[in-house]
């Protein structure tokens, strides 16, 4: 089992900055890649970006790429997503989640954090 809990939303202005964190206890050993989804109301789930767990592949939806950007800290159990420039429609509950090395999709998921940019 794997613990997820991430923190870091808030309230932003246009043009503003935020990074969320995603903080993992438990069987942190087996994890794979780490990945970021958000949802805003009314609308699927949506990919926004995934780490490997040694760092070596990052991946980013289109509509985030060059504005948001995925890091970890191995030592910390913590990958974190920094998002500049945000954009009202950037508006959404934000997810992480993990997927386990034996695994091909996405095993365990955050509770989400909330993320509002004001226009």
Do not use: H
């Amino acid at each position: 089992q794997v613990q997820l809990v991430e923190s870091g939303g808030g309230l932003v202005q246009a043009g503003g900055s935020l990074r969320l964190s995603c903080a993992a206890s438990g069987r942190t050993f087996s994890i794979y890649m780490m990945g970021w989804f958000r949802q805003a109301p009314g609308k699927e789930r949506e990919f926004v970006g995934s780490i490997t767990w040694n760092g070596g592949s990052r991946t980013y939806a289109d509509s985030v790429k060059g504005r948001f950007t995925i890091s970890r800290d191995n030592a910390k159990n913590t990958w974190y997503l920094q998002m500049n420039s945000l954009k009202p429609e950037d508006t959404a509950a934000y997810y992480c989640a993990a997927r386990m090395s034996s695994s091909v999709r996405y095993d365990y998921w955050g509770q989400g954090t909330q993320v509002t940019v004001s226009s």
